[in-house]
Every structure is written in C-alpha cells, then in structure tokens.
C-alpha cells in the first residue's frame, strides 16, 4: 500500500512558478512509476506529467513540455513537479498518482490533489 500527499499548490500570478511536491509512504516507492495530473472545473482529469522509477525517463503533455519538470528523490519517497511560466489555464487540482505498472496504463495509488490558482 502507498499513500501519497502532495503539497506546494496556492495561488500566484501569470508568468509566475511553483514547485509541487508529492511524499509518498509504504514500501517499495523506488519502483514506482510516478505521475502528476490535474482537474480543472468542469473538465476531465487530465495527464501532466510522469517519470519512471529510475528517473532516467520523464513524459509531458503537450501543454506543459518546456515549461513543467517533473523529478523525483527516491532517497525521499518524494517526486517533484516544478512549473514555471505558468497560465491561467494550468489552474487546477493536481494529483500525485502511482503505478507499479506502465505510465500508460492505469495508475494504482492517488493523492487527495492541491489546488494550483493562476491569476491573469
């Protein structure tokens, strides 16, 4: 079993950056597949960004490549997302989620979300 609680969402200003952390609990996190995703009012959730458990492999969505990096300490339990340049449209709730399968299929684990607010 993994429990994860992320941490790091407010609110700041377009342009502006935050870093989003996850800290995972229970055993065996340095096997983990690691992924964020977001809810924005009214939409699906969505994927944002995942990172296998060696971190030598990282995938973006679209909308946030070259402006979200996602990272992870394993010596931590801890996976990071830090965004930058940020928009209104990334305002949402993100998710901290967990696989022990592949970043494509389902994902087994979720955090309870942090709110991220982009103000224009």
């Known amino acids: 079993q993994v429990q994860l609680v992320e941490s790091g969402g407010g609110l700041v200003q377009a342009g502006g950056s935050l870093r989003l952390s996850c800290a995972a609990s229970g055993r065996d996190f340095s096997t983990y597949a690691m992924g964020w995703f977001r809810q924005a009012p009214g939409k699906e959730r969505e994927f944002v960004a995942a990172?296998?458990?060696?971190?030598?492999?990282?995938y973006y969505a679209d909308s946030v490549n070259g402006r979200f990096i996602i990272s992870r300490d394993n010596a931590k339990n801890t996976v990071y997302l830090q965004m930058n340049s940020l928009k209104p449209e990334d305002t949402a709730v993100y998710y901290c989620a967990a696989t022990y399968g592949t970043i494509t299929g389902s994902w087994d684990y979720w955090g309870q979300g942090t709110q991220v607010t982009v103000s224009s």
């Open positions: 990172i296998r458990w060696t971190g030598s492999s990282t």
